[in-house]
Nanobody, 115 residues
Framework: QVQLLASGGGLVLAGESLTLSCEASRSAFRFAARRWYRRAPGKEREFVAKFFNHGPTTYTDSVKGRFTISKDDVLNTVYLQMDNLQPNDTAVYYC?????????WGQGTQVTVSS
């Protein structure tokens, strides 16, 4: 079992930045895919960004150029740098670490962007 602890959310004004962190309780290098998702109020959960050990990072169109996913395998942590935040980025953000046979989710961290 692996526990994921997500943190870094908060209340910001439009145009400001936040960095989310997701720390794994064990070595994260074996997880080929590490993703961030979000769920806005009244909406379905949506994919935000993916770091893939064997391929390019990918982003949903609405965050391209504003969000950056990165990792630190020494700290077993994946980050989501979010710049120029907008009110429609308001959501609970979840991290997900995945292999072919395993999938683990963090508890979610709230991001609220006020105009």
């Amino acid at each position: 079992q692996v526990q994921l602890l997500a943190s870094g959310g908060g209340l910001v004004l439009a145009g400001e930045s936040l960095t989310l962190s997701c720390e794994a309780s064990r070595s994260a290098f074996r997880f080929a895919a590490r993703r961030w998702y979000r769920r806005a109020p009244g909406k379905e959960r949506e994919f935000v960004a993916k770091f893939f050990n064997h391929g390019p990072t990918t982003y949903t169109d609405s965050v391209k150029g504003r969000f950056t996913i990165s990792k630190d395998d020494v700290l077993n942590t994946v980050y989501l740098q979010m710049d120029n935040l907008q009110p429609n980025d308001t959501a609970v953000y979840y991290c997900n670490f995945r292999t072919v046979s395993e999938s683990y989710w963090g508890q979610g961290t709230q991001v609220t962007v006020s105009s």
